[in-house]
C-alpha cells in the first residue's frame, strides 16, 4: 500500500501550511493503521529540534561562505544538500553539521580559504553535475574559483516552530527549505538569488541548467536578466546531464566555462585601465 502526499505550490501561504498538515495527519493515521502501532509523538517532537539545531548551523556557514577569502569547498554544497535530506531530524545530521561550521570557522577565523589562490568569485545556482564532481575540484585548483553563494542550499528561510503543533511545525519546516523556492512562485525564486548575489559580492553566476528539467530551462533567460538589471553579474548558462559522466561532456562544460572566466578577466583588466 502507497499513501501519497499532495504539496501545493503556493510558498509561504498559511493555507498552504494547512493543507501540508492536513496531508501529515492522514499519512500518520495511514501508518498508524498500517503498520498496527501508534505515532510516538515524543520522538517526532525530538526530530524536529534536531532539525532547528541543524537549520541554524546551515544559517552559520551561509555568512561564512561569504568570507574573504571563501573557506568553504566547492563539494561541500551538495554534500550538505543531500546530508540534510537524509539526515534531518537525526542525530547524524546535527553532528556532521557542527563539525562542518566548527572547520570552515576555524578557517574564517584564520584568514585562510578553501581555494589555494582564490582568482574569482562565483555564485552557483541549481545543481552542479553529481557524476562530474571533479570538475569543481579543477574550477577550484586550476581556475581560482570559490563559490561564495549557493542560495539552493544554504539560504534556508524562517520556521516558526511550535512543539506543541508537531505536524503544523514539520508543515513549516517543510516549506522553509531553500530550494523548494525554485519551484514556487517565480518572484520568490527571483528575490531569493538576488540577496544572495548581493550579500555575497559575486563577480559572476555560474547557472547549471539541466537539460532535463523542463522548469530549469523556462527559467535560464529570466535569471539571467534579473541578475544583469539587479546585480549588474553576467551569468552563463551550462547546459548539463546531471547523471551523464561521459568524459566528452565534461569537455564540452570545462571549454564553455574556460571562455566565460576569461571574458570576466578581460572585463576586470578593462575597468582597472
Request: glycine content about 6%.
Amino acid at each position: 500500500p502507497t499513501y501519497f502526499l499532495n504539496r501545493p505550490y503556493r510558498w509561504w501561504s498559511e493555507r498552504g501550511v494547512k493543507m501540508m498538515e492536513g496531508e501529515f495527519e492522514d499519512a500518520v493515521a495511514f501508518l498508524e493503521e498500517r503498520a498496527g502501532q501508534k505515532m510516538d509523538w515524543n520522538r517526532l517532537k525530538e526530530a524536529i529540534e534536531i532539525s532547528v539545531e541543524q537549520v541554524k548551523l546551515i544559517r552559520e556557514i551561509h555568512k561564512l561562505l561569504m568570507a574573504k577569502p571563501c573557506p568553504v569547498r566547492a563539494r561541500a554544497a551538495s554534500f550538505a544538500h543531500w546530508i540534510r535530506w537524509s539526515f534531518a531530524g537525526r542525530q547524524e545530521g546535527l553532528d556532521y553539521f557542527r563539525a562542518f561550521r566548527d572547520e570552515v570557522k576555524a578557517l574564517a577565523d584564520q584568514g585562510k580559504g578553501a581555494v589555494p589562490n582564490e582568482r574569482f568569485r562565483l555564485m552557483s545556482l541549481f545543481t552542479p553535475p553529481q557524476n562530474q564532481m571533479k570538475m569543481l575540484d579543477w574550477l577550484e585548483h586550476d581556475k581560482g574559483v570559490a563559490l561564495v553563494s549557493e542560495p539552493y542550499y544554504f539560504r534556508v528561510g524562517p520556521w516558526d516552530m511550535d512543539l506543541s503543533k508537531p505536524l503544523e511545525s514539520l508543515a513549516r519546516q517543510y516549506y522553509h527549505e531553500s530550494y523548494y523556492r525554485f519551484y514556487s512562485q517565480m518572484e520568490e525564486y527571483l528575490d531569493m538569488i538576488v540577496q544572495d548575489a548581493k550579500e555575497s559580492g559575486a563577480q559572476a553566476a555560474l547557472n547549471w541548467f539541466n537539460s532535463k528539467c523542463r522548469m530549469g530551462g523556462s527559467m535560464t533567460k529570466i535569471v539571467k536578466d534579473t541578475l544583469a538589471e539587479k546585480v549588474g553579474i553576467p551569468t552563463l548558462t551550462v547546459d548539463v546531464d546531471l547523471l551523464d559522466p561521459s568524459p566528452a561532456s565534461e569537455k564540452r562544460t570545462k571549454e564553455r566555462i574556460e571562455g566565460f572566466l576569461e571574458s570576466l578577466s578581460v572585463g576586470a583588466a578593462s575597468a582597472v585601465a
